[in-house]
Every structure is written in structure tokens, then in C-alpha cells.
Nanobody, 119 residues
Framework: QVQLVESGGGLVQAGGSLRLSCTAS????????IGWYRQAPGKERELVAR?????STNYVDSVMGRFTISRDKNTMYLQMNSLKVEDTAVYYC???????????????WGQGTQVTVSS
């Protein structure tokens, strides 16, 4: 298993920005899909942003135009601008690699980082 290590969470005022980072240590994989999820207290985990190989992206409607997912060779990012109180949650990075035609996969998660947006 490859460890994903997250950083960049914290407390920010509404309207501000944060950038979350997720680094894959000792990874040998080229991932098929990367994404960011979040979970607020009392709510289900929600897919926020996703990028497939080739660069296509998808975002949940509530963050469209404010959040941007990106990656480089070893790290994935979530740039969060114009933050709202409703964005407060624990954010998790995720990376998926399909390893055979039967659909077996490697599914890695970060440890979570708290984002708190104050009004």
C-alpha cells in the first residue's frame, strides 16, 4: 500500500483561500483517477473534485468555479478559493489505479485534513 500524506488544512475566513496537498510517498503507480472528498459532521462523505488521466475534471456543483484540482508528478492539489462556511469539513484525498481487466484496483486515501471556514 502507498501512503498518501495530506497537508494544507486550517482555519480561514470566509472569502479566503487554501490549497490542500496530497503527496504519494514511494508510489510506483500512475493513477487512473484522483479526487478529493469531504465529510462534514453528521453528513455523508461527498466527492468534491475528480480528475482522470488525460486531465478531464468534474466538480460537485457547490464548488464549481471556486475549487480546482490539479496534480504534478508526485502530488495532487485542491486549490480552494472564495471559501464559504459550508465548505467546513474534513477533506480526504483519494487515488485509484485499475490494475487488471477484471477491475481489481488500488484505492488509496489520505489521512484527512480539517478545513474550517469562519464567517
Amino acid at each position: 500500500q502507498v501512503q498518501l500524506v495530506e497537508s494544507g488544512g486550517g482555519l480561514v475566513q470566509a472569502g479566503g483561500s487554501l490549497r490542500l496537498s496530497c503527496t504519494a510517498s514511494r508510489s510506483i503507480f500512475t493513477f487512473d483517477t484522483i479526487g478529493w472528498y469531504r465529510q462534514a459532521p453528521g453528513k455523508e462523505r461527498e466527492l468534491v473534485a475528480r480528475m482522470a488521466d488525460g486531465g478531464s475534471t468534474n466538480y460537485v456543483d457547490s464548488v464549481m468555479g471556486r475549487f480546482t484540482i490539479s496534480r504534478d508528478k508526485n502530488t495532487m492539489y485542491l486549490q480552494m478559493n472564495s471559501l464559504k462556511v459550508e465548505d467546513t469539513a474534513v477533506y480526504y484525498c483519494n487515488a485509484v489505479k485499475v490494475v487488471n481487466v477484471e477491475g481489481a484496483r488500488v484505492d488509496l486515501w489520505g489521512q484527512g485534513t480539517q478545513v474550517t471556514v469562519s464567517s
